[in-house]
């Protein structure tokens, strides 16, 4: 069944997997990434408020949440969806041979769903929490009907703040393990000698996977800070945050040219042209200003300075998008143009 949806390659079916790859990868660097940053310092907010008792931390986890627009539908739509379309891109891609890069994207695929599930149970308990205390702060418990409603409200509270370490580890982690599964399936299509001898061994032995993937959880906490910088500059509760955000995107964004640079040199040398070479030189342009802007953000605002590093930050995850899609290109070239000319002999 699932062969059947295989079609053999031509030059248009080609055309048209390399396009909805780059799109597919503009959606997911940046929104995995975001999804994952956001989240895990919403978390760790919500970890500090249980164990300092102050309920500040619990209300800055759940604005984080609710700012940052972490909600069911969206986190489905950045997590698991471009994850199944890899799937289906590389099994089509691979045609012909006995490679299982799309089942195990496919299993990522499954990881991502499960995670996403989780994700939105600990936005749920967040929310949930945050509204029993609302409630309990304006509630008369003068009279015994008051106090019976206040002990089941805050019963209700309590239950929804133990499951959130559950819920919000299970989601973080297991997001994390998928992004890195994909990448570790993508890093195996740029080596065609290991398309069809691949073990988790070998996927979790690739330098370049492994610098690929840190740069994209970099990015991802570093385009997080960037959106604090913006959200919460003006938050009079919580602008606290906007300064938080700022030492987030400069802490993380540090990082990034380093990780582009070991990306570069760990590629298959088969795998480089000049596109390459000219979109490798704009992003790291492009993340060069966005660094600067942070850290010159006090004299401009940091509002302002937000603004213009998430625009360098989005370029900078738009120009890899499109080399990872070159170097995918690249990589297939050979395999392609061997089962596209069978096709051609065959027509005649």
């Known amino acids: 069944m699932a062969s059947s949806l295989i079609l053999q390659p031509s030059e248009d079916l080609v055309l048209l997997l390399d396009i909805l790859k780059a799109v597919t990868l503009i959606v997911f660097l940046p929104g995995l990434g975001v999804i994952i940053g956001s989240a895990s310092v919403a978390f760790v907010f919500g970890c500090l408020g249980r164990q300092s008792g102050d309920q500040k931390y619990i209300f800055g986890a759940h604005k984080i949440l609710s700012k940052m627009q972490l909600s069911s539908g969206l986190n489905f739509l950045f997590t ?6 890899l799937a289906l891109i590389y099994a089509q891609t691979l045609y012909g041979t006995e490679s299982q890069i799309g089942v195990a994207l496919l299993v990522t695929f499954l990881l991502a769903m499960l995670s996403t599930y989780f994700l939105n149970r600990y936005i749920y308990d967040v929310e949930q929490e945050v509204h029993a205390i609302r ?3 304006h509630l008369n418990i003068t009279s015994p009907a008051g106090k019976v409603m206040a002990s089941e409200i805050a019963h209700h509270k309590d239950a929804h703040a133990q499951t959130q370490g559950l819920h919000g580890s299970f989601g973080i982690v297991g997001l994390m393990l998928a992004s890195l599964f994909a990448f570790a399936c993508m890093d195996v299509v740029f080596h065609p000698e290991k398309w069809e001898n691949f073990t988790i061994v070998t996927l979790l032995l690739s330098v370049s996977m492994w610098a690929q993937w840190f740069g994209f959880i970099c990015m991802g906490f570093t385009l997080t800070g960037a959106g604090f910088m913006i959200l919460f500059r003006k938050d009079t509760e919580c602008e606290c945050l906007g300064k938080l955000g700022e030492c987030v995107a400069w802490g993380f964004g540090l990082s990034l040219p380093l990780l582009s640079l070991a990306t570069a ?3 298959p040398d088969a795998t480089w042209s000049l596109g390459l070479s000219i979109l490798s030189i704009l992003g790291v342009g492009s993340l060069t200003l966005a660094l600067v802007n942070i850290s010159g953000s006090q004299s401009r605002g940091i509002l302002a ?3 213009f590093v998430l625009v ?13 899609t070159l170097v995918f290109r690249n990589a297939t ?3 392609l143009q061997k089962v596209m000319v069978v096709k051609d002999k065959s027509a005649h």
């Open 80 to 85: 698991s969806v471009p994850i199944l379309s």
């Open 135 to 137: 409630v309990l702060e």
């Open 265 to 267: 040199f760990t590629l």
């Open 305 to 307: 300075s937000g603004f």
């Open 312 to 324: 360098c930050l989005l370029f900078t995850t738009t120009t890899e998008a499109v080399k990872l």
């Open 333 to 335: 070239h050979d395999h």
